[in-house]
Each structure stands twice: as structure tokens, then as C-alpha cells.
């Protein structure tokens, strides 16, 4: 399964992301099958963690935003292993489809029972294979930080969203512009997938612009546990969580803050491209969708070992490597290069604009860009397409692109003497 980019420059630096995520994907399926369970078959926490808890969380903020919005069509842009376009098909309806730079993660390892059959395409977030305004709703959750152009990337999201733009990130909002420029200087990018975007919130206003929602993540003092525990106090304090309805009362006790007060990690972001078009009131209750959010994950454990037992036990996908695109799929694809229409055939897809040719997997569309990246062109129309004519806003986002991109290189000589001292 071999995924190709333009070698050179900042694409390269994503190959090697590409290929250590696809290695530990794999690895991480076998452990997966050989691991304890999270939940009974009763569907109760059972080895409840820090991280599912987390993850549990971070649906919870999302879905409370989605609960307040108007939509049909949605795209994960950076899906990976969750399934939130299943999730948001089973509650709302919308079409959904699944998008990761990572070929592995888009394969539908389940056939014809995997959430991605059919409904998921590989394609890089600075260039999405897609015609401007396609998905009312672009989500893409806990990638900001990793992304090797995350402004460029931004701009893409929004430019291929109709309605609206949600992201969030653990690690990528700062709290001063102190903590920033330090975790900034410390970012080792010879680290596959290591965190390299740190933003403040001014940074994220000049970016997002006046039309912007956001909250934290996560407020420590209102978590289970302390992130500043020791990890074995930690443990037990999640692991103690043994029923449905403490988990509730728990998830709902850890998602009442929302302001970025001390104590306050991450941020989730909401971009609508109209104004005033965020859902004054929530047409659900929260605990409703706290519970379904429990059972879903519950019944998404159960499915995902008993593929990954198969992979393990050495099985193909039970899909044909030659699969037919989905025409509801094709539809929607355009050339990652010149945004032209494909031709699609079987498992290819042909530009006759520009010339481009690419080509499919198990029905899985491998929409990487072909022609070289052209830094200045992308620039400007990065800038356009976020600030317009707003001259501040462009200073402070040119600002921060050309400050993020620092990390594509390793550190000099300097750096590293520094971080010997500091460490």
C-alpha cells in the first residue's frame, strides 16, 4: 500500500508521518485484539482510562456544538482511527464521509460492516480533493497540532466548507505568549508525529476571524483526576468508574466549564461562515447524549476487536482491491491540483485538465497532489481567503505561518546546545 507525495520540503516531512502512523496503525490493531476490554457486554466501563475518558469528552464538546447546528453533509478531515461520520449519520442523518492523508487509516478493515466502505477518501488537508463550499460541516478533531502547514491547511478547511469549520486540539493553545514561544523553540521534529503548532488566542482571532466560537477542552479541576497525578493515581481514579451512571455524572461534571480560566487545557473551535448562525438552545438533553455517546463507544470496542482479531489471525479485507469508487463518492471528488472534475473508471481517476492520474484501493480514492508546492502562490491565497483586505489580521497570520514553518527543519547547533542545558 504504498502512498507517494512530491518528494522535497515540507511534503517530505509528512511522508514520514505518513509512514510511522501507517506502521503503528498496524500494531496498534494487534494489541488492540489483545488488550483487556474497556467495556462489558452489558456496555458498562469496566478499565475505564485517562485517554477514554478523554476521548469521550472530546465528543461530548463536539456534539454539543453539532446539536446546535443546521446541516446535511459532513467530511473528518484527518479521521484516523474514530468514527464520527458513522456517529453523526446514526444522530442527524447527514451524509458523512471519512478523509485521512494516511491510506491505512480509510481502508474498510470491517467489509462490508466497516463504517468506511464506500465513504472515505485519502487526501492531504492543504489540497482536499474537493470543490469549494461541498460539506456543510468539516471536522477535524486533534490534528491542528500535528499538521506540518496548519494555516494553509485551515484555509483549505474553510474553503471547502459550506457552514461551518470545527477543530480542536489538546496541545496546540498556549496561555501566553511565553509558553508558546518556549514550547515553540523545544518542538524536536525528527519525532514522527510530534506536536509543532502552539498558538495563542490572538493568533487564532487574526486566523479564524470575527465569526469564531470557541471553549476549552478540558478543565483540570474538574476531572476525575488531576493531569498533574502520578500516573497510578490516575489510573485508579478512572478505573474506580465502574458504572454507566457515574461515568455520566462524571462526563457531565467535566464538560460544565468552558471558559479558558486557569486550569483550562486545549481548545474546541467552531467557524461559521455565516454570521449568527449557531443554535441558541440545544434541542437535547445533555445527559441523553452523554448516554448515547457511552453506548456508542461501548459498541464501537466490540466491533474493532473482532476485525482486529481477524487481522491478526492473518485475513484479508474482505473487500476486492479493485473495488468500483462509490458514484455518491465520486460525485464529490475533484483534482487535488487544478480542482477540475475526474474521469472515474474502476479504480482510477483521471484529470483531463491538468493530467493528472491517480488511482484507488478497496474503493478508497488515493487523491495526494502531484505537482510541486508552489510556497508563494499558496501564500497569498491563503491570506486572501482568511483575512481579505483586513491588513492587521494578514500581518499577524503571515506572521504565524512563517514562525510554524521554522519546525520543517531540524534543530540547528544552537538549538540543541540549548536543549542539553535546559534538560
Given at each position: 500500500?504504498s502512498?507517494t507525495?512530491?518528494?522535497?520540503?515540507?511534503?517530505?516531512v509528512?511522508?514520514?508521518?505518513r509512514?510511522?502512523?501507517?506502521?503503528?496503525?498496524?500494531?496498534?490493531?494487534a494489541?488492540?485484539?489483545?488488550?483487556?476490554?474497556?467495556?462489558?457486554?452489558?456496555?458498562?466501563?469496566?478499565?475505564?482510562?485517562?485517554?477514554?475518558?478523554?476521548?469521550?469528552?472530546?465528543?461530548?464538546?463536539i456534539?454539543?456544538?453539532?446539536?446546535?447546528?443546521?446541516?446535511?453533509?459532513?467530511?473528518?478531515?484527518?479521521?484516523?482511527?474514530?468514527?464520527?461520520?458513522?456517529?453523526?449519520?446514526?444522530?442527524?442523518?447527514?451524509?458523512?464521509?471519512?478523509?485521512?492523508?494516511?491510506?491505512?487509516?480509510?481502508?474498510?478493515?470491517?467489509?462490508?460492516d466497516?463504517?468506511?466502505?464506500?465513504?472515505a477518501?485519502?487526501?492531504n488537508?492543504?489540497?482536499?480533493?474537493?470543490?469549494?463550499?461541498?460539506?456543510?460541516?468539516?471536522l477535524s478533531?486533534?490534528?491542528l497540532?500535528?499538521?506540518?502547514?496548519?494555516?494553509?491547511?485551515?484555509?483549505?478547511?474553510?474553503?471547502?466548507?459550506?457552514?461551518?469549520?470545527?477543530?480542536t486540539?489538546?496541545?496546540?493553545?498556549s496561555?501566553?505568549?511565553?509558553?508558546?514561544?518556549?514550547?515553540?523553540?523545544?518542538?524536536d521534529?525528527?519525532?514522527?508525529?510530534?506536536?509543532?503548532n502552539?498558538?495563542?488566542?490572538?493568533?487564532?482571532?487574526?486566523?479564524?476571524?470575527?465569526?469564531?466560537?470557541?471553549?476549552?477542552?478540558?478543565?483540570?479541576p474538574?476531572?476525575?483526576?488531576?493531569?498533574?497525578?502520578?500516573?497510578?493515581?490516575?489510573?485508579?481514579?478512572?478505573?474506580s468508574?465502574?458504572?454507566?451512571?457515574?461515568?455520566?455524572?462524571?462526563?457531565?461534571?467535566?464538560?460544565?466549564?468552558?471558559?479558558?480560566?486557569?486550569?483550562?487545557?486545549?481548545?474546541?473551535?467552531?467557524?461559521a461562515?455565516s454570521?449568527?448562525?449557531?443554535?441558541?438552545?440545544?434541542?437535547?438533553?445533555?445527559?441523553?447524549?452523554?448516554?448515547?455517546?457511552?453506548?456508542?463507544?461501548a459498541s464501537f470496542?466490540?466491533?474493532?476487536?473482532?476485525?482486529?482479531s481477524?487481522?491478526?489471525?492473518?485475513?484479508?479485507?474482505?473487500?476486492?482491491?479493485?473495488?468500483?469508487?462509490?458514484?455518491?463518492?465520486?460525485a464529490?471528488?475533484?483534482?487535488?491540483?487544478?480542482l477540475?472534475?475526474?474521469?472515474?473508471?474502476?479504480?482510477?481517476?483521471?484529470?483531463?485538465?491538468?493530467?493528472?492520474?491517480?488511482?484507488?484501493?478497496?474503493?478508497?480514492?488515493?487523491?495526494?497532489?502531484?505537482?510541486?508546492?508552489?510556497?508563494r502562490?499558496?501564500?497569498?491565497?491563503c491570506?486572501?481567503?482568511?483575512?481579505?483586505?483586513?491588513?492587521?489580521?494578514?500581518r499577524?497570520?503571515?506572521?504565524?505561518?512563517?514562525r510554524?514553518?521554522?519546525?520543517?527543519?531540524?534543530?540547528?547547533p544552537?538549538?540543541?546546545?540549548?536543549?542539553?542545558?535546559?534538560?
Amino acid at each position: 500500500m504504498s502512498e507517494t507525495t512530491p518528494a522535497g520540503g515540507w511534503q517530505s516531512v509528512e511522508d514520514e508521518t505518513r509512514e510511522w502512523l501507517r506502521e503503528r496503525y498496524i500494531e496498534g490493531l494487534a494489541k488492540f485484539a489483545q488488550a483487556d476490554a474497556v467495556w462489558t457486554d452489558a456496555g458498562q466501563p469496566n478499565q475505564l482510562t485517562p485517554y477514554r475518558f478523554q476521548e469521550i469528552q472530546r465528543k461530548v464538546r463536539i456534539f454539543s456544538l453539532l446539536d446546535r447546528l443546521d446541516f446535511e453533509s459532513f467530511i473528518d478531515v484527518g479521521s484516523g482511527f474514530d468514527v464520527y461520520p458513522k456517529l453523526v449519520r446514526e444522530r442527524y442523518g447527514a451524509s458523512a464521509w471519512f478523509s485521512d492523508f494516511t491510506h491505512s487509516f480509510n481502508l474498510p478493515y470491517g467489509g462490508e460492516d466497516s463504517a468506511k466502505l464506500d465513504r472515505a477518501v485519502t487526501a492531504n488537508a492543504v489540497r482536499m480533493p474537493f470543490a469549494d463550499n461541498t460539506f456543510d460541516v468539516v471536522l477535524s478533531s486533534e490534528v491542528l497540532e500535528h499538521l506540518v502547514r496548519p494555516v494553509e491547511a485551515i484555509a483549505e478547511l474553510l474553503r471547502i466548507s459550506r457552514k461551518y469549520v470545527i477543530m480542536t486540539s489538546l496541545e496546540a493553545l498556549s496561555c501566553t505568549w511565553w509558553q508558546r514561544t518556549r514550547s515553540h523553540f523545544n518542538v524536536d521534529v525528527t519525532s514522527p508525529m510530534t506536536e509543532r503548532n502552539f498558538f495563542v488566542l490572538d493568533e487564532l482571532d487574526a486566523i479564524f476571524g470575527p465569526d469564531w466560537h470557541h471553549e476549552n477542552l478540558l478543565y483540570n479541576p474538574d476531572l476525575p483526576a488531576s493531569v498533574l497525578d502520578s500516573q497510578s493515581a490516575q489510573g485508579a481514579a478512572y478505573a474506580s468508574i465502574r458504572d454507566v451512571e457515574s461515568l455520566v455524572d462524571s462526563l457531565r461534571r467535566a464538560t460544565r466549564v468552558q471558559d479558558h480560566r486557569p486550569g483550562a487545557m486545549g481548545i474546541v473551535l467552531l467557524r461559521a461562515k455565516s454570521p449568527g448562525s449557531l443554535l441558541a438552545d440545544r434541542p437535547g438533553s445533555e445527559d441523553e447524549l452523554i448516554r448515547w455517546l457511552i453506548q456508542q463507544t461501548a459498541s464501537f470496542e466490540r466491533v474493532v476487536k473482532q476485525f482486529a482479531s481477524g487481522m491478526r489471525s492473518g485475513d484479508e479485507l474482505p473487500v476486492e482491491r479493485d473495488r468500483p469508487i462509490d458514484p455518491r463518492l465520486a460525485a464529490l471528488l475533484r483534482c487535488p491540483d487544478c480542482l477540475e472534475r475526474l474521469t472515474v473508471t474502476q479504480a482510477r481517476l483521471d484529470c483531463e485538465s491538468c493530467g493528472g492520474a491517480y488511482r484507488s484501493q478497496y474503493g478508497v480514492p488515493i487523491l495526494d497532489p502531484k505537482l510541486p508546492d508552489d510556497g508563494r502562490s499558496i501564500e497569498k491565497e491563503c491570506l486572501d481567503r482568511l483575512c481579505g483586505e483586513d491588513r492587521g489580521r494578514r500581518r499577524t497570520v503571515l506572521r504565524t505561518m512563517r514562525r510554524l514553518r521554522r519546525n520543517e527543519a531540524p534543530a540547528g547547533p544552537v538549538r540543541r546546545l540549548a536543549w542539553r542545558f535546559s534538560r
